[in-house]
């Protein structure tokens, strides 16, 4: 997932895309505390992923702000 994508998504479309992270990564521990395998780098993924749509969603509300304001 690449920042552009995000960039070109509505808001709405972004916070569902962050629920969904949030469960792919909760499944992850999940799997990691039964004690199946899990491969270790897919934890870092969907951290890095999680921060990326948040830091897009608050990019656009700080230019939904600034267009408001305007």
């Known amino acids: 997932m690449k920042a552009t994508e995000l960039r070109e998504k509505q808001i709405d479309d972004l916070e569902k895309e962050l629920v969904a992270l949030r469960k792919e990564q909760f499944n992850l ?3 990691q505390g039964s004690g199946q395998v899990v491969r270790p780098h897919l934890f870092g993924q969907a951290r890095k992923n ?11 509300q700080a230019e939904q702000q600034k267009a408001d304001v305007s």
């Open 29 to 31: 521990r999940m799997l």
């Open 50 to 60: 999680i921060a990326r749509v948040k830091t897009v969603i608050a990019q656009k």
